[in-house]
Every structure is written in structure tokens, then in C-alpha cells.
């Protein structure tokens, strides 16, 4: 365990720095964005006073330096156009982002493990064409695109649009609030049963050919338990595997899916950030997406050992 604690804090300090890099090579600075073509008649007096507002005037090393022990102390830094600390923003995006992966996943469960086992029950059967073709149309279709023809039928052939009303939380509005988050949950969560149908698969087909499962039927166990607690019970581990990275992903992969439905998620707040070139509250905001995503995967370390007993052994 130390070892990974280790490896976490590797993995976020190469994200803080690649962020940080990645930023100041994207031509314009905070500047530029607000002020658009005027920055032009800016004088030298009022440039250089804008870039010591604004802390550019120092070398990266120093602002890389500075703007990470800011963090550390907890100041996430602030936000010109919204007027408020990234902190307090990220405290009311990130519980939206949350409550929209842990749905999509959710849905996603639902749908690709039962369609991965149907799949290997009969290998290569029109049983097993059918889940596949329905996979491939999971990693093929983007999101932008089944978001949007989605959100188009609901209002044109039912009238049903909540994302057109301002979000509602879950603790002031649950019915209208997961109105709003069904149909981006459902889009997401289509994408990802793919690859966790096809993990399944290919996990149950390899659980079904060992000896044990053989030597089970043998001596009579009912189909219906035979698949759950010895075939779907053997091949937890890659589904949650899979099931966490793809949890991780969500958190900063939603952003195009927010866009559409309107959804002030994480992805969304560095979507905005970068817009603006507000520096703070892109390196921030994603810093915490990257933590959120070291912590899914510690998680799912943990949940090995409680569904294998091998893993507790090692």
C-alpha cells in the first residue's frame, strides 16, 4: 500500500505539471480572453500591469511553484469570471459530475453484464451476434451524437425537455433533478456497457471452461445459481477492473455530455476555464479530477481483496 500511496502522488504531480505545460503552449493568456482584440491598444505601463495582476510577470518555474503550494494549503485559487474561489466552485460541480457517473454505471451494469453473460452463454450463436452487434454499436456511436438525437426526439415527439428548465439539485429537486440527469446518464452509460459487455464475455467464457464449473454441473447445481455464484462470481475481478476505470474516465471525460444537457459538472468548469484561459481554475479543477481518479482505482484495489481471496492471500 505504500508503494501506491507513492505512486498517487507521482502520478498527480506529473499531472500538475503536464497541465501546467500544456496550458502556457495554447496561444492567448487570461488577458487576451477578456479583453479580445483590445489587449492590442493596451499600453506597455497597462500589459505589465495586467501580467503582475494576474501573476504572468514571473518565470513558469515560479508560478508553477507558487500556484502549487497555494494548493497544498488548500487555496485552489480564483475564478475573474465567476467571481469565486475554485474551491467553492468545484464543491458544487463535482457532486454533479459524481451523481452522473455513479448513474451512468449504474446503467451501464445493467446492461452489459447481463448482455455479456447472454453473449457466452452460446458462443458464436445469433444469441451471442446479437450482444456483440449491440456492443460495437456502444464503441461506435459518440456521444455528441446519440446525446443530442436524443435530446431532439424527447422534445420533438414527446415534449419532454427538463434540461431546458435551470438544473435542479438532488436535495432541492430529486424528481425534476434526475429528469435532467437521465437521459445524459443513459447516453453515457450506453457507451461504456460496451466494453464492460465485452469483459464479461470474455471473462464468463474463460470461468466456464475450467474444471470446477464442469465438475458443478455434474453434480446437478441449477443452472440459475451455477451462473451466478460460480461462473459471474469467478470473473468479478476484470468487471471491476473495468467497471473502475471507466468510473475514473467518467469524471473527466463527461464534459461533451454536460455540454449538451447543460449540466454545471466538472467537465464543464474546465471547459469554461479554458475558454477563458483561467489558468487557476483549469490546473485546479483537473488536479482534483486526477485525485478523484487515483482514489476510484485505490478503491478498487481494496474491493479486490474483499471479492477474491487470492488477492488477500498475495
Same mark, same amino acid.
Given at each position: ?21 500544456? %496550458? ?10 477578456? %479583453? ?7 499600453? !506597455? ?59 451512468? /454505471? ?32 456502444? %464503441?461506435? /456511436?459518440?456521444?455528441? %451524437? ?15 425537455? !427538463? ?20 437521459? !445524459? ?6 457507451? /461504456? ?44 475481478? !476484470? /468487471? ?75
Amino acid at each position: 500500500m505504500p508503494r501506491r500511496l507513492l505512486s498517487a502522488l507521482g502520478t498527480l504531480l506529473g499531472v500538475a505539471v503536464f497541465v501546467f505545460v500544456m %496550458l502556457r503552449a495554447i496561444p492567448g493568456n487570461q488577458i487576451t480572453a477578456g %479583453l479580445g482584440i483590445e489587449a492590442a491598444a493596451l499600453t !506597455p505601463a497597462q500589459k505589465a500591469a495586467l501580467e503582475a495582476y494576474y501573476g504572468l510577470d514571473k518565470p513558469l518555474v515560479v508560478q508553477f511553484f507558487t500556484w502549487l503550494g497555494e494548493v497544498l494549503t488548500g487555496n485552489l485559487g480564483f475564478s475573474a469570471r465567476s467571481q469565486q474561489s475554485v474551491l467553492s466552485m468545484t464543491a458544487e460541480s463535482l457532486p454533479v459530475t459524481l451523481e452522473l457517473a455513479v448513474m451512468a /454505471i449504474v446503467l451501464a451494469l445493467l446492461i452489459g453484464v447481463p448482455l455479456g453473460m447472454l453473449s457466452a452463454s452460446k458462443p458464436d450463436s445469433v444469441r451471442d451476434g446479437a450482444g456483440q452487434l449491440v456492443g460495437l454499436a456502444g %464503441l461506435s /456511436i459518440p456521444a455528441f %451524437l446519440l446525446g443530442t438525437t436524443m435530446l431532439a426526439l424527447a422534445a420533438q415527439q414527446w415534449g419532454f425537455n !427538463p434540461n431546458g428548465q435551470g438544473f435542479a439539485r438532488l436535495t432541492d429537486d430529486p424528481l425534476l433533478n434526475l429528469q435532467q440527469m437521465l437521459m !445524459p446518464a443513459l447516453v453515457l452509460g450506453f457507451g /461504456i456497457a460496451a466494453p464492460i459487455m465485452r469483459t464479461t464475455r470474455t471473462a464468463v467464457l474463460e470461468i466456464r471452461s475450467n474444471d470446477f464449473i464442469r465438475t458443478a454441473r455434474a453434480k446437478g447445481v441449477p443452472e440459475r445459481r451455477l451462473q451466478v455464484k460460480h461462473v459471474l462470481r469467478n470473473a468479478l475481478v !476484470p /468487471i471491476v477492473t473495468m467497471t473502475g476505470l471507466q468510473f475514473g474516465y467518467l469524471l473527466g471525460g463527461a464534459v461533451v455530455v454536460e455540454q449538451i444537457f447543460s449540466l454545471p459538472g466538472i467537465g464543464r468548469q474546465v471547459l469554461l476555464g479554458i475558454q477563458q484561459k483561467e489558468y487557476a481554475v483549469v490546473q485546479s479543477t483537473v488536479l482534483v479530477i486526477a485525485l478523484a481518479f487515483v482514489i476510484v482505482n485505490l478503491l478498487t484495489d481494496l474491493l479486490y481483496r474483499v471479492i477474491d481471496p487470492r488477492v488477500r492471500a498475495e
